[in-house]
């Protein structure tokens, strides 16, 4: 297992219609974390995940908007009816939970998506 | 409001000219101030984690400081490879506030 990984690396889908993005996590951590990228700015926080509860959803987590993590490994996130204000980077990070330990995440190479 | 803020935003320097750059940040209850390494289409790449002010962290030309309101990452004789956007992100809580980045590029 060499890192944190992401499918696919690039979408692109018309206004309109429903996504789906995986994220598989480095294999023993326990949290997993959805970020959206857009160009010139850092990454922006939506949701995470402890083993298989989601715990915190960011206020920009639409209803449009949905995340699972059904096993506590791999984790998908939907956007349905994509609008064009959409377009981003989404970005999966994982860590490990440790009580003293850094917790630092580790970042997947990211989703490109773009809609039309 | 957690308000954090980079400086600059755009940094060019030729090879072997040493710098720093800026985080400042307003957040309640830090639990930690991460520094992250962006190369273009990419994910960040962890670089350092500083929980306390007076904390330094190093690695190779790099070294982060610490205080209560502000981060610095201090590039020493720098190299065209070490070109990347640079983000730090305070964290409250159990999610991250990135800032915007500083873009670096070095000349060679």
């Known amino acids: 297992d060499t890192g944190v990984s992401q499918d696919p690396r690039h979408k692109i889908t018309k206004r309109g219609q429903n996504v789906t993005f995986r994220c598989d996590p480095i294999?023993?951590?326990?949290?997993l974390y959805w970020y959206r990228q857009t160009l010139g700015q850092g990454p922006e926080f939506l949701t995470y995940?402890?083993?298989?509860?989601?715990?915190?959803k960011s206020r920009l987590l639409s209803d449009r908007f949905s995340a699972e993590r059904p096993k506590g490994s791999f984790s998908t996130l939907e956007i349905q009816r994509t609008e064009q204000g959409d377009s981003a980077m989404y970005l999966c990070a994982s860590s490990l939970r440790l009580a003293g330990a850094n917790n630092e995440q580790f970042f997947g190479p990211g989703t490109r998506l773009t809609v039309l | 409001e957690d308000q954090v803020t980079q400086s600059p935003e755009a940094l060019r320097l030729q090879e072997g000219e040493s710098s720093s750059l800026n985080c400042s940040y307003t957040?309640?209850?830090?639990?930690?101030l991460f520094w992250y390494r962006q190369d273009p289409g990419k994910g960040p790449e962890f670089l350092f984690t500083l929980y306390s002010a007076g904390e330094e962290k190093e690695k190779e030309r790099l070294k982060a400081t610490l205080t209560k309101k502000e981060s610095f990452l201090h590039i020493t004789a720098p190299k065209p490879e070490d070109s990347a956007t640079y983000l730090c992100?305070?964290?409250?809580?159990?999610?991250?506030?990135f800032g915007a980045g500083t873009r670096l590029t070095v000349k060679p």
């Open positions: 992100a305070p964290r409250r809580g159990n999610d991250m506030r």
């Open positions: 294999s023993e951590h326990n949290r």
């Open positions: 957040v309640s209850g830090l639990r930690g």
């Open positions: 995940f402890q083993n298989e509860a989601q715990l915190e």
